[in-house]
């Protein structure tokens, strides 16, 4: 059996036992048995005897923590373990939001169009913006349970780089100081910053190996789609977003996107 398709058929199964229930937000961040004992489902990506006759990876193991040597380097192995993994939070992420807030269907391209509610500047907020960020909100949990014990001390979520003239490069910004800008309404210093879904490090957040961002559709993905461009006005008016991750933080590998049923693209 090929080696990606046995690592679908064990995180499927890991999925299984991870099934969504409703917590947060009227509906689970996902992976729920997994936040349980998410050692467990690390181990089970390890053993050996998953398929007779198949060696199997031993996926946490083979990446130790962030001191360790194997954080300086992302093998074929460990990126596509953190890959099938992505997917399937994608893929949960999905399903779980539609069936909280839909009953489980897809909608229409008239109902992703629609306003829904309206943000604190009273800025129409349509069902496809509401249901990216809820979507959000399930996978990003998710990725962070399995990553936990993939890449122990070689990711974050959500970081935030902001260009820094002295050092003439991109630097991480610590959660509180962002924060910190955000409470006392300098929201517009951060005017310009990247922020990827998820980065992964060597252990150094200046050392990026590779940039995942997820995208949610709100019609039923089936073709890929192109990475955004920034809007007019904005510092990076007209770049393309993996254009400017890949120019600001030059990852190892070129940025990809997670969609759900697609999986992973260019």
Known sequence: MPRRQWMALVLSGLAAGCAARPERYGFDSATSACRRNPAACARMAGEEAVLPGTQAMRVAASIGTAG????????????????????????????????????????????????????????????????????????????????????????????????????????????????????????????????????????????VLAIYDFKFPCVTPTRPSSWPRYPKGHPHEGQQQDAMYQRALKPKQAPLQITPRLGVLP
């Open 68 to 207: 360790d040597a194997a954080l300086r380097v992302l093998r074929a192995e460990e990126r596509d373990a953190i890959e099938e993994a992505l997917e399937a939070c994608a893929d949960d992420a999905r399903s779980t939001v539609l069936l909280a807030l839909l009953n489980g269907r897809n909608p229409t391209p008239e109902e992703c169009r629609a306003a829904v509610a309206v943000d604190a500047q009273g800025r129409p907020i349509t069902l496809a913006m509401k249901l990216g960020t809820e979507m959000h909100k399930v996978a990003l949990p998710c990725a962070h349970e399995w990553l936990n014990q993939f890449r122990p001390g070689g990711f974050r979520l959500e970081p935030r780089y902001r260009y820094n003239p002295d050092s003439g490069r991109w630097e991480p910004m610590r959660n509180e100081d962002v924060r910190t800008l955000l409470r006392q309404g300098r929201g517009s210093e951060l005017k310009g910053s990247l922020a990827p879904d998820v980065v992964i490090h060597t252990g150094s957040e200046l050392q």
